[in-house]
């Protein structure tokens, strides 16, 4: 059986233990689109470890996932809470710029207690982004627009339950690969 015969879910999981961009976009480009619609509620996220100088980043600091209330009201940004819980941070505080550029220092500055501290600035209740329609690598499906920073999130469907996405960051040749699990 050849890697495009697998099912999506089989070749996700082989993809999320690390593998190339090249490796994860034949995926992503596999898979169908996404509505806006079945975007909506509370998404646990995990990386696609590709080699991008995010790769990392988002684990360490505790990222929990996304959360889509409506077409007007995503929350790009949610990490896990001590002692349980979730909240939301404003993309706009952090310094993509800094953490893209591979300078090797974010990796040893970003941890789940710096995010905590700087959650008392950061934190919010808003929704700083928005789901819209988007034609991403020749295909319409649902995508995140942050509203602050040069960043659309992209999706595609591996089922109706888990959301292969990838993050385009101006200025980066490739995106950044993670998963959305919705929870049930």
Not at 81 to 106: H, N, Y
Request: net charge positive; no cysteine; hydrophobic share 45%.
């Amino acid at each position: 059986m050849t890697a495009q015969e697998k099912p999506f879910a089989t070749r996700l999981a082989e993809l999320e233990r690390g593998t190339t961009s090249a490796a994860a976009l034949s995926l992503y480009d596999a898979l169908p689109p996404v509505a806006v619609e079945q975007m909506f509620g509370r998404w646990r996220g995990s990386e696609i470890p590709t080699g991008h100088p995010l790769d990392g980043l988002l684990s360490k600091a505790g990222w929990y996932g996304k959360r889509f209330d409506g077409p007007d009201g995503a929350h790009p940004l949610l990490f896990s809470r001590r002692g349980g819980g979730v909240f939301a941070i404003d993309p706009a505080w952090i310094p993509m710029s800094l953490l893209t550029r591979g300078l090797g220092f974010s990796h040893r500055i970003v941890s789940p207690n710096l995010l905590r501290a700087a959650a008392l600035i950061a934190g919010t209740t808003q929704p700083k982004a928005r789901l819209r329609m988007t034609v991403f690598r020749g295909v319409v499906s649902a995508a995140m627009i942050y509203d602050a920073l040069p960043i659309i999130d992209a999706f595609r469907a591996v089922d109706e339950d888990t959301i292969a996405g990838a993050m385009d960051l101006r200025g980066h040749e490739a995106p950044f690969m993670f998963v959305l699990r919705r929870e049930l």
